[in-house]
């Protein structure tokens, strides 16, 4: 079970939480603009990275914030956890949160 | 009885509490302090079972949880009964009562025993090719073969009378293993009173494998005054919790730890309240593996005689139990650890041979040690064999030349042996903790490599042996330092993967791993067949499955199979260590949550007053809803027959508390409604409600239900039941994430409000008396209306919705309140004969009318067009969650389902819910299924049996016949549309 | 015709629970109806407001601020959680709707919807653990702290409420638990299943 750093309550344990999947990817603000093949990708296509991850997640059993979070896919470490809306940190590799 | 092999002094037992346990129904004397292995001992009874494929006699081989043979049938009385417990870590008390397993009809007299004379068919990979062919034999011969001789022992059939618990702890760190390595660690770390330390033991007392060491001392004291006085350091200590009989069986992520706790199993009387078990969900900042190491047994020809054991547990069970498991010892070893057992059971009085594989010269102190004390060692010797069937009788050895060529075998009698291959790390929770293995050539063994956790592996399990140095690895692993003076450790050894035999010995069985009866021929017939791989070769041979988890066999089973392959093992590599370390029971994983427990039973305001009216409830999520109100003898049938009629003719009550309710609030409530739902809000008036029905993004119905305006910035918003923590999930994302600018706050009201729904011509009737401060006539409350005041005397919100297709309230009142107003109202209606009714009576209402249920006519593939409701669809609306959607090529093709009605020729059939549709019964298979039936009810009202569908271009098939499955065959179904009752809708405005 | 009559809240929902012997070393009571209000309001102006209905929402994340009768807790980044005796249920509404107007907020009266408990004792800690996977160490969920957070299968408010003295005079840590009413016989079922071994054992 992943300890989780929630930006607003702390490390919580992760039954407290929820995923919400692939971080940073914005609803279009005028779908209809959008050709069926784009659409299907903002709707259907995630990207399941070896490595360094960002992921939406919500404290729901606790502040009910949803936050975003870079997850190492291969050791499960998380690298950093930030709030909703805010930019990606920068970091590319593992190496660089050490 | 005596015990004749106890001896007159020593050991950690209580001498002062003298117990009787049985085997086999048999007395065996023992005392307090001894498990269920010392005390068999003590009484000279080594053969205890049969092994799993051969059923060959198999005896005590280890002192710990690794133990692979001595597997018994234990009961602790009162329903306490459990198979499969290894002896070597079952606690004794007086009263216990063991038996042997795996055996027909007696231990001794074992019909199975063919097997191991028939062992030609069992080899590896039995289960996979003997029993192939002829396949008819499959159910008629092979499968009642295997499933008796699968598995050991018989599981018990009573329910479990213990209680078990779990607990979630925190600790800065968390040591594993209290042998040297981990109390020095627990000492050092538990300094600072600011760190929790808890250190875990699987023994019942610490100490690890100094319990049994009587003849080494620490700083000029022996290990057992060590021990005592570092413990009462520990304990002292209030930052410090120590936890015996406690296994660290699984190493999760971020340091997560679960350990089992075994509290009652040692005693004949369990305290009241306490539980048996207990699981711990640690979460440690440093976690400090101390988890020591196993002995190797030697891979000989029937290596498995009873009586035949691992050297250092021969040492244990002199030491610690004060059991002389025999009079006459041999001990065949590669190593010189095996010294310190010979000149132990030397000096409790038996007479001991060492036969050591090294050479005299590669040998080190140990050598001169043993023969001063007066043991006999002949080096330069192997083992081939041994003598005995249910007890060891003798080993078969020989002297090996210059060359390494076998000599002439020659027997040394004896009446127990001992075996050592030198020691294996026990990685396992290393390896859990997803470290990798790197194999370390000096120690014959893999052992920790790079960390991945904040975790660090001291001691033995690391490859450090040697008694002090073990110790400051200990310290140091906590972060500081412990010099220490102790007694020297013989440490080294020379690994044989298998004992030299002499060419040409015929078959014989040479076990790797005891548990599973698995021999070196076995692996060497694997490589044969074209295995490789270690993980297959595993599954191949089932070495090292099952509770072993390589724990005795992993590094001889990887030795042989990189003989095999001509290779070394790092480049074999390991199997993955699997949780749980050592067995855990059931009972431990469930814990409190099971009875009452197992899920939180939800109930409304309103439960006590049904359960006094005799309601049936059903499961909907986790609440308890009434189902129907049976009338004395009634059938569910009657009872809804009865309920629907009275709804239709004069009125009903229904609870409908559990429908989920959220408050949307703020000066941008209204947008934020339109983009959740397809339909529009902004110019609902206040006062007035609307259906609304929501989407995924993906264009499915997700949920539906009724919103009432109440202010211009406030919406009470309805859910399904099962839908409320999704839908409010849902638009909690939305609003945060998508469109943080709304003003618009969410709150979850639904257990703030119960609600009574009252339905039918005599429903404003009913409930006009109680209410004071609201206008209820048809002009000044119209349908789809919603108003707030009091009835009864307490507040309300109340709605004019129905979900029958008759007049109908929803009264809100603050929960507190829904019982009595419910009273209140029922009572009112008694002159109109007011009927409970349960949601079996609101799904066949609601689909007398053709009103969906979100979960019944949807499952997560179906537009609100398939449903028939595109006009509810908010086409001018620029956008909305799944509007995009709706427009994709698959959404718009044609061939989709839609929503229709069925008739079944038959009036009184009623079709399966789910019952697949075809268009013609006499297509060949497979047939082309073009819809299923959603719901299907028998209709008093109607007179017949209905049925919703969604069905392939349904809306173009109206009156087309069609078949649908049922048990017996299809039955004919006519398409109509899913309005069975008042299409008009005049009824809803009584 | 009916009369219409005053309904009295109906005193605790668990009435018909059958309670385990006390055991010593823990007391879990249900506490009576009480006031609760749901205060969401930007952090802004909740800082701007200072306090509301007596309470001030100056207030660390998963802290409160108690008086005598009434305390606030701070939830989240906008959500309060005010809870107050029953009968002040109108004027603690009215002053904090008072208070807010023309301000973005929601004060939504959710009295019914909460059931609380007490448990308190030497043991409370870790009978809270054998369900709760917060770390309540004294220097991690001090008194004040109160946070959201799960009890088994139930979500619950948990409040670390000042030290009471038990039966000794010894201060023993003493908690509050709040969860929606239709947990509520889970949740004291499970809290009186974890307390049950401690009156087995010495203390
Ligand atoms: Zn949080």
Redesign the interface.
């Known amino acids: 079970m992943l300890l989780i750093e929630c930006p607003h309550c702390g490390p919580r344990a992760e039954i407290e939480f929820r995923c919400g999947g692939e971080a940073h990817i914005a609803r279009p603000a005028d779908p209809s603009a959008l050709d069926d093949n784009a659409w299907a990708e903002f709707l259907f296509y995630r990207s399941s990275p070896k490595g360094v991850h960002a992921e939406r997640w919500n404290h729901a059993h606790g502040c009910q914030r949803w936050f975003n979070a870079l997850r190492d896919t291969m050791s499960d470490r998380i690298l950093a956890t930030y709030p909703a809306g805010a930019a990606r940190p920068n970091i590319t590799t593992i190496e660089a949160a050490r | 009885m005596t015990t004749a092999f106890r001896l007159p002094k020593g050991g950690r037992i209580d001498r002062t509490k003298p117990i009787v346990v049985r085997f086999n129904g048999r007395e065996v004397p023992a005392f307090q302090g001894d498990t269920a292995a010392s005390a068999l001992l003590a009484n000279g009874i080594h053969f205890v079972g049969r092994s799993f494929k051969y059923h060959r006699p198999r005896g005590i081989m280890s002192h710990g949880s690794e133990e692979p043979n001595a597997l018994l049938d234990v009961d602790r009385g009162g329903n306490r009964r459990e198979p499969n417990n290894r002896a070597t870590v079952v606690e004794a008390f007086d009263g216990l009562a063991l038996k042997s397993q795996n055996h027909w009809p007696s231990l001794t007299f074992d019909v199975g025993e063919i097997n191991d004379r028939l062992g030609a068919i069992f080899v590896a990979g039995f289960y996979y090719k003997t029993f192939m062919w002829p396949p008819k034999f499959w159910t008629s011969v092979y499968e009642p073969i295997i499933r008796r001789a699968a598995g050991l022992g018989q599981a018990p059939t009573a329910p479990d009378p213990d ?1 078990y ?6 600790a800065e760190v968390l040591v594993v293993g209290a042998g040297p390595a981990g109390i020095a660690a627990a000492l050092v770390a538990s300094e600072d009173p ?1 760190k ?1 330390v808890i250190l875990c033991d699987e023994q019942a007392e610490p100490g690890g494998a100094l319990l049994h060491d009587v003849t080494s001392e620490i700083d000029g004291v022996p290990t057992s005054a060590w021990v005592k006085a570092a413990i009462e350091t520990l304990d002292a200590r209030e930052n410090v919790t120590i936890l015996p009989r406690t296994t660290a069986f699984g190493y ?5 730890v679960a350990l089992a706790e075994r509290i009652t199993d040692h005693l004949r009387v369990p ?5 048996r078990e207990r699981l711990w ?1 640690v ?1 440690a900042g440093r976690v400090i593996l101390a988890t020591g190491a196993h002995e190797r047994p030697l891979v000989f020809a029937d290596n498995d005689r009873p009586g035949i054991m691992l050297a250092e547990s021969l040492r244990c069970f002199v030491n610690r139990y004060a059991v002389l498991p025999g009079r006459q010892i041999v001990i065949a070893t590669t190593g010189a650890s095996a010294y310190r057992a010979a000149i132990d059971l030397k000096a409790a009085g038996a007479s001991v041979t060492v036969v050591d594989l090294r050479l005299e010269g590669d040998c080190g102190t140990e050598l001169v040690a043993a023969v001063h004390a007066g043991v006999e060692v002949l080096t330069n010797h192997t083992v081939i064999g041994s003598h005995g069937r249910q007890r060891v009788t003798g080993l078969i050895v020989a002297k090996l030349d210059g060359n390494g060529a076998v000599g002439a075998p020659r027997v040394l009698a004896c009446d127990c042996a001992g075996m050592s291959g030198g020691w294996t790390p026990a990685v396992h929770l290393f390896s859990q903790s ?1 470290g990798k293995l790197r194999f370390d050539s000096g120690l014959d063994a893999f052992v920790p490599g790079a960390s ?1 956790q904040a975790e660090t592996s001291a001691g033995s399990c690391r490859g450090v042996y040697d008694l002090a140095a073990t110790i400051a690895d200990g310290a140091k692993a906590a972060g500081g330092s412990r010099a220490v003076a102790a007694s020297p450790t013989y440490t080294s050894f020379q690994p044989a993967r298998i004992m030299p035999a002499p060419p040409g010995q015929k078959p014989v069985k040479a076990f790797v791993d005891f548990q599973n009866d698995v021999t070196a021929k076995d692996i060497k017939l694997a490589v044969a067949e074209g295995f490789t791989s270690i993980e297959h070769v595993k599954r191949y041979t089932t070495t090292g499955m099952a509770t072993d988890q390589g724990k005795t066999s992993n590094m001889n089973a990887l030795g042989l199979l990189a003989g095999q392959l001509a290779t070394e093992i790092p480049a074999v590599g390991t199997t993955t260590f699997r949780l749980p370390y050592t067995p855990v029971t059931f009972g431990t994983f469930a814990g ?2 099971r009875g ?2 197992f ?7 309103i439960h ?1 007053w049904a359960v006094a009216n005799g309601a049936k409830f059903e499961d909907v999520g ?2 308890k809803r009434a189902w129907y109100f049976p009338a004395r003898d009634e059938t569910m049938h009657q009872a809804v027959a009865r309920e629907t009629k009275a709804v239709r003719t004069s009125a009903g009550i229904f609870d409908a508390s559990t429908l989920g309710k959220i ?1 949307v ?3 941008d409530a209204a947008e934020f409604m339109n983009r959740i739902y397809t339909n529009a809000w902004t110019k609902l008036e206040v006062g007035r409600c609307r259906y609304g029905l929501m989407l995924k ?2 264009g499915y119905v997700f949920d539906d239900g009724v919103a009432a305006r109440l202010s211009p910035t406030l919406f009470h918003v309805t859910t399904t039941t099962g839908g409320a923590p999704r839908v409010l ?1 849902h638009m ?2 939305f609003l ?3 469109w ?1 600018d709304l ?1 618009v ?1 969410l ?7 119960a609600v009574i729904a009252v339905q039918g011509r005599r429903a404003r009737e009913m409930i006009a ?2 209410i ?1 401060d609201i206008a209820l006539d048809d002009a000044a409350f119209p349908h789809m209306a919603v108003r707030t005041g009091h009835i ?3 507040p309300c919100r109340l709605f004019r919705v129905s979900f029958t297709g008759e007049l109908g309230f929803e009264i809100n009142v ?4 829904g ?3 419910w009273e ?1 109202v029922y ?2 209606g008694r002159r109109f004969d007011v009927t409970p009714y349960g949601t079996e009576a609101m799904h066949v209402l609601r689909a007398e009318k053709g009103y969906i249920i979100v979960g019944q006519e949807t499952d997560g593939t179906v537009t609100p067009d398939d449903l028939g409701l595109s006009g509810l669809v908010g086409k001018a609306k ?2 909305f969650v799944g ?3 709706l427009v ?2 698959d959404v718009v093709a044609t061939g989709r389902k839609q929503l229709v009605g069925l008739r079944t020729g038959d009036l009184s059939l009623i079709l399966d819910e789910g019952a697949q549709i075809v268009a013609d019964p006499n297509q060949t298979v497979p047939m082309k299924m073009i819809g299923h039936v959603t719901s299907s009810y028998m209709s008093a009202n109607i007179g017949r049996s209905i049925a919703l569908a969604l069905v392939v271009d349904g809306r173009r098939r109206m009156n087309e016949r069609l078949h649908v499955t049922t048990p017996n065959g299809f039955a004919q179904a006519t398409v109509v549309e899913p309005v069975f009752l008042d299409p008009e809708g005049v009824r809803l405005h009584a | 015709m009916l009369e219409n009559r005053s309904i009295m809240r109906r005193e605790g929902i668990l009435d018909q629970v059958a309670m385990p012997a006390e055991p010593s070393s823990v007391a879990l009571r249900t506490l009576p109806p009480e006031a609760r209000f749901v205060l969401r309001l930007g952090a802004g102006d909740a800082t701007r407001n200072g306090s509301i209905a007596g309470l001030s929402l100056a207030l660390p994340i998963n802290r409160f601020g108690a008086d005598a009768s009434r305390l606030a807790t701070r939830l989240g980044p906008d959500e309060w959680l005010l809870i107050g005796p029953d009968a002040d249920a109108e004027t603690m509404h009215a002053d904090a709707a008072r208070a807010l107007a023309g301000t973005h907020h929601a004060l939504v009266d959710i009295s019914h919807r909460n059931v609380g408990m007490e448990l308190s004792g030497r043991a409370a800690a870790v009978i809270l653990n054998a369900g709760c996977p917060l770390d309540l160490g004294d220097r991690q969920f001090p008194p004040g702290s109160a946070t959201r957070t799960l009890l088994g299968k139930a979500e619950v408010v948990l409040f670390r409420l000042a030290d009471v003295p038990d039966r000794l005079g010894v201060a023993v840590p003493h908690y509050r638990i709040e969860c929606w009413r239709s947990f509520a016989r889970y949740v004291h079922g499970y809290l009186a299943g974890a307390a049950a071994e401690y009156a087995a054992v010495r203390n």
């Open positions: 209680r618990a779990q607990r979630h702890a925190h600011n929790r999760f992520n971020h340091n997560h305290l009241t309240g306490l539980p969900q979460r997803r991945v409190p949550n009452d427990l899920d939180p039973a939800r109930v409304t305001p006590d986790l609440w408050e609030t703020g000066a993004e993906d999930a909690e994302d945060q994430t998508e943080p003003k706050f709150t979850s009201i639904t257990e703030q409000w008396p109680l004071e009864a005397g307490v603050p929960a507190d309140y019982q009595a107003v209140a009572e009112s620029r956008d509007k995009r959607s994709r090529p």
